[in-house]
Nanobody
Framework: QVQLVDSGGGLVQVGGSLRLSCAAS????????ISWFRQAPGKEREFVAG????????YYADSMKGRFTISRDNAKKTVTLEVNSLKPEDTAVYYC???????????????WGQGTQVTVSS
């Protein structure tokens, strides 16, 4: 089992950057694929980026490629999502989630952080 805590969200202007963190507890952290999802008001939860347990597999939603970067430090049990060139449509609650196997489908993830709000103002 793994517990996740998201942090790093905030209010940022268009074109700005943020660094979101997902801190985990549990002894088998490197066995889990970790992904970030986001959910805007009135919209479905959508996949943003994911990383395999070893860190060797990186996955991005097409609309985030080039702007978002995911990485992990298994020794520190953290996953980081760097978000750049932010747009108003990036405004959402961002969640990290853990699964035994990577998937772009949020239904496949059993463990979730509490979410961190990202608001991009124009």
């Amino acid at each position: 089992q793994v517990q996740l805590v998201d942090s790093g969200g905030g209010l940022v202007q268009v074109g700005g950057s943020l660094r979101l963190s997902c801190a985990a507890s549990g002894r088998t952290f490197n066995s889990y694929a970790i992904s970030w999802f986001r959910q805007a008001p009135g919209k479905e939860r959508e996949f943003v980026a994911g990383i395999s347990g070893s860190g060797g597999g990186l996955y991005y939603a097409d609309s985030m490629k080039g702007r978002f970067t995911i990485s992990r430090d298994n020794a520190k049990k953290t996953v980081t999502l760097e978000v750049n060139s932010l747009k108003p449509e990036d405004t959402a609650v961002y969640y990290c989630a853990a699964s035994w196997r990577f998937s772009r489908d949020h239904y496949e993830y059993a463990y979730w952080g509490q979410g961190t709000q990202v608001t991009v103002s124009s």
